[in-house]
């Protein structure tokens, strides 16, 4: 990439620009300590290659063949929740992953298409490990917004959703964690998940978007943009944290 970069007399600025993240991030990638997205692979080849060239994309595929997780989401956790001083996250559907329980998870991803028992405890591993972030000394805040029904959706049995919702309410009492519940006749967030990383000053707010099939990392300012002013019209719609927590409680209660 760096031979590729001098040759088109283009400097790590110039290409960040198109990429739409960091120069650092840039550097990165040229220094290998950077997973590429299936994005930052699709605009290298259009930027360096020629005559429809996937080389850049055919190397991606090699680095991510490894387990843990979905290839497009190892950028994310791996450089950008590590990093984040503010984390923002949606989820309509499900407790989000930095806050579900190992019982939680292992469900989740046992119940995947095709997924085998070696591959979901490897995902479940790389979940609880992701989620050290909130243990270290100066943890990022986490400002989490979740649809009451997640509350009450279940995620295997009684036991699993108890554990899940008092898991919920403990890690909500860190002063870094603050869990709010949103009325479920909001409609801003009917479109699906999302989280927002505020970095270190100098680099930009990045977004992950997530999808049914293949979700996004990005830094483009327009769809970070977007994505603030969805958040704050669910905010909007969100219960304070004490009555949030109440909310959560009663919910635990009822899963007998």
């Excluded at 497009?72 to 950008?80: D, M, N, Q, Y």
């Excluded at 046992?110 to 909130?134: H, K, Y």
């Excluded at 927002?196 to 999808?211: C, F, K, N, R």
Aim: with cysteine; aromatic share 6%.
């Amino acid at each position: 990439m760096r031979r590729l970069r001098e040759a088109a007399q283009l400097s790590q600025a110039s290409v960040a620009a198109r990429l739409g993240c960091t120069q650092a991030q840039v550097s990165r990638l040229e220094g290998g300590s950077r997973t590429p997205s299936k994005y930052d692979a699709e605009q290298l080849d259009r930027l360096f290659g020629s005559g429809g060239s996937t080389h850049f994309a055919d190397l991606r595929k090699h680095i991510v063949a490894r387990p843990g997780g979905p290839a497009w989401f190892i950028g994310w956790a791996e450089e950008v929740e590590p990093i984040a001083l503010v984390i923002r996250s949606w989820d309509p559907l499900l407790v989000p992953g930095l806050l579900q329980t190992e019982s939680y998870a292992r469900h989740l991803f046992a119940n995947g298409p095709r997924a085998t028992p070696d591959e979901v405890e490897e995902r479940v591993q790389a979940r609880m490990r992701r989620q050290r972030i909130l243990d270290k000394e100066d943890p990022p805040m986490l400002l989490v917004l979740i649809d009451e029904g997640v509350l009450r959706r279940r995620v295997n049995g009684p036991e699993v959703m108890r554990e899940q919702l008092g898991h919920l309410l403990e890690v909500a009492q860190r002063p870094s964690v603050t869990v709010q519940v949103v009325d479920p006749d909001c409609t801003a967030g009917m479109l699906g998940a999302f989280m927002i990383a505020e970095l270190p000053i100098g680099q930009p707010d990045t977004i992950h978007v997530d999808s049914s099939a293949e979700g996004y990392v990005t830094a483009d300012h327009d769809l970070v943009t977007s994505m603030w002013e969805r958040y704050e019209a669910i905010r909007r719609w969100a219960y304070p944290d004490r009555m949030s927590l109440k909310m959560i409680e009663e919910a635990r209660q009822e899963w007998t």
